[in-house]
């Protein structure tokens, strides 16, 4: 429902209809439609699965697993939440919060550079730039663009900021 | 108003109210709310400023230029537009539009390379997720982050895209 009419048009009464319950259970189970929200778009950013012992892997891990869970789920919560998160400041507290205690300092950790926090949030936001062009705005060259084709061009780039002396 | 309360929620009768005129003669000037905003988020992506006959400064033009055109204006027509096309399938049709006809045939062809217009997209990409995470959702590591050290770490990278034989 969320992803369907956006989370400022939801209503627990329509989402309660959808889901064949009464509109009182789902208000005693999850409470407000903030915390329905909370509940119905969390994530666990995988990065025990990203991070490598060698950066060169790590780099390419975050790059083609999030190509790759964008074009598997346009509609998964991460992309619920990037979406709303953009004209709901709820949502958007939600992700910033999520992303800098998840993400950040995990990835950061694993950059030898006095600049690893900055180097780590321009990297990941990067990719939601692409991500979000290709598979939300649908911008033509993105959309139908091999995904082969953005990781070759792409990768590097991240690399140079994920692993900086990778190039030494 | 678009700005304020977004796409969805803004009634032609509020935005009427708020510049004191009558709602009939908002219809007659503009319309539908559809023709309204696409005046009211109206600007020209100003190319003519950006490429220079050397690609390094064309680089250089496009990134500082976009940094600084968000910082000087969060609410600008090219902020509420993108902010706005996440969640209104009108709008992201505008934006999808005019980015493509205004900016990438002009940006690629500055670009010697086989994939030239997939480069100008996702350089195009790269820079709407920063400054969207800067400026919209207001991330803490990019929104604090002095400008000069984003430019430092993001214009070498749009220049890999933009031009691939700078490094040769």
């Avoid at 627990?12 to 009182?24: E, G, L, M």
């Avoid at 964008?70 to 990037?82: E, F, G, T, Y």
């Avoid at 979406?83 to 950059?111: F, P, V």
């Amino acid at each position: 429902m969320f992803a369907e009419v956006g989370y400022e048009r939801a209503t627990i009464r329509a989402i309660a209809a959808a889901a064949d319950v009464d509109k009182s259970s789902v208000i005693q189970h999850f409470g407000t439609k903030q915390e329905l929200f909370r509940e119905a778009v969390h994530w666990d950013i995988p990065l025990a699965e990203i991070i490598a012992d060698d950066p060169t892997t790590t780099t390419d891990n975050l790059v083609r697993g999030m190509l790759a869970a964008w074009a598997a789920d346009p509609n998964s919560p991460m992309a619920v939440l990037l979406r709303t998160s953009m004209t709901s400041e709820d949502a958007a507290e939600i992700l910033r919060t999520r992303i800098t205690a998840q993400y950040l300092a995990t990835m950061a950790a694993t950059i030898e550079a006095p600049d690893a926090r900055l180097r780590a949030a321009l990297a990941g936001a990067m990719l939601m730039g692409i991500v979000s062009q290709r598979h939300i705005l649908k911008m033509p060259d993105l959309e139908h663009a091999d995904i082969e084709d953005i990781l070759r061009l792409i990768t590097p780039l991240v690399s140079t900021l994920l692993d900086p002396h990778s190039g030494e």
